[in-house]
C-alpha cells in the first residue's frame, strides 16, 4: 500500500511541476508568430472583382502561354473557352466533342501556371445534375476560379445551332443548385445565349432571372445594343457577362460600365497567331527562310517574362544550379 501511495503521490508532484514548467513556458508560446493567413482562392480573388468598381475583362487564352502573355499585358483574369480543348486536343470546331471531364483537365493545367483567376467555359457542366455536382468539385479543385455553363441541349452545340434546343427551365436550374452545393468559393455564371423555340428575346431574360434567382452568381447574355444589356441589368439584378471587343462593345472599361457589364470575355486569338504560323511556312516553303515572318516574332524581354525566366533563374540559384538565358549564368 505504502508502494502505491508513493507513486500516487509521485504522479501528483510530478503533475504540479508540469503545470509550472507550462506557465512559465506561457510567454514564450505566446511570443510565436502568428500562423500564416489562409491563401485568398482564385474563386474569391474572381468574385471581389467582379462585384468591384471596375469591369473585370477576361482576355480570351487558349494554351499556357497565351494566359500567361494576358497576364504579363496586365490583365486581371483570362477566359478559356471550350472551343480552346477541341482545338488542342483534337484541332476540330467546337461541336460538343470533347467532354466536361477532358475540358476542365485543360483548363486546370492553365489556371496552375498562371497568378491571375481562370475563367472556364464548361459547356453544360455535365449530363445530370450529379455530373455536375461532381464536375463543379473537380474545376474548383483544379485552380478554376470561376465556371461558365450554358443551358444548350448537346444536339444545338454539336450542330453548331444548327437544331434549336435549350434545357427545360428547370433543369438547368437544377443544375445551378448542384454546381452551388459542390462548390466552395468558385464563381459560377449561368450562360443563357442559345436560342430560345421561339428566338424570344424576352423569354430569354426571363431565363436569365430565374437562373440568377437560383443561385447563379452572374448571367452571360447576348443581346443587340448597351442599352439592352441595362435594362436587363435592372431586371436580372446580378453581374452581366458579355463577349467583347468586337464592333458592337469596345474591350474598355467605359464601354462595360454605360452597358453595366460586370464580365467581359473577348473574342478568341488562336485564328491570328495561326495566320501568323500560316504566312511563316509560306515563306519557309518558297524562300527556305523565315525572314519577314521573324520580324513579327514577339520580342526577347516579353518572351522572357512569359516564360518567367528570372524567377527560374531566381529558382535555380537558391539551389545551386545554374540559370539560363545568358552566357554568365551558364
Keep these: 500500500m505504502a508502494g502505491k501511495t508513493n507513486r500516487r503521490e509521485f504522479v501528483q508532484v510530478a503533475g504540479l511541476a508540469a503545470s509550472g514548467m507550462i506557465a512559465a513556458a506561457g510567454p514564450l508560446a505566446a511570443a510565436e508568430p502568428a500562423a500564416r493567413p489562409a491563401p485568398r482562392t482564385m474563386g474569391a480573388r474572381f468574385r471581389e472583382m467582379m462585384n468591384g468598381p471596375e469591369p473585370l475583362i477576361c482576355a480570351n487564352a487558349y494554351d499556357v502561354l497565351t494566359a500567361r502573355l494576358i497576364e504579363v499585358h496586365g490583365f486581371k483574369g483570362v477566359f478559356v473557352g471550350s472551343s480552346a480543348t477541341n482545338l488542342e486536343l483534337l484541332s476540330l470546331p467546337d461541336q460538343a466533342i470533347v467532354t466536361v471531364g477532358e475540358i476542365i483537365a485543360h483548363d486546370s493545367v492553365i489556371a496552375a501556371n498562371v497568378d491571375i483567376p481562370v475563367l472556364a467555359d464548361v459547356d453544360d457542366f455535365g449530363a445530370t445534375p450529379l455530373n455536375v455536382y461532381r464536375f463543379a468539385r473537380q474545376a474548383e479543385r483544379g485552380g478554376i476560379g470561376c465556371a461558365a455553363f450554358d443551358d444548350r441541349m448537346p444536339m444545338n452545340r454539336a450542330t453548331n445551332y444548327a437544331v434549336p434546343g435549350v434545357y427545360p427551365k428547370a433543369r438547368m436550374i437544377d443544375s445551378i ?17 442559345a436560342p430560345t423555340p421561339n ?21 452571360w447574355i447576348a443581346l443587340p445594343t448597351a442599352q439592352d444589356y441595362v435594362k436587363a441589368a435592372e431586371m436580372i439584378k446580378k453581374p452581366l457577362m458579355a463577349v467583347v471587343g468586337n464592333a458592337t462593345f469596345p474591350a474598355t472599361p467605359e464601354a462595360l460600365k454605360a452597358a453595366r457589364i460586370a464580365v467581359g470575355q473577348t473574342g478568341p486569338v488562336v485564328n491570328i497567331a495561326l495566320g501568323a504560323v500560316d504566312k511563316t511556312l509560306a515563306e519557309l516553303k518558297a524562300t527556305g527562310r523565315m525572314t519577314e515572318a521573324q520580324k513579327g516574332a514577339l520580342n526577347p524581354e516579353t518572351s522572357r517574362k512569359v516564360q518567367q525566366v528570372e524567377e527560374l533563374n531566381a529558382r535555380s540559384r537558391k539551389y545551386n544550379l545554374p540559370g539560363i538565358g545568358s552566357t554568365s549564368e551558364r
Design 177 to 193: 443548385h448542384a454546381a452551388a452545393d459542390a462548390r466552395t468559393d468558385m464563381v459560377l455564371i449561368a450562360r443563357c445565349l
Design 199 to 219: 428566338n424570344s428575346h424576352a423569354e430569354m431574360l426571363d431565363r436569365a432571372a430565374a437562373y440568377a434567382e437560383a443561385g447563379a452568381d452572374a448571367v
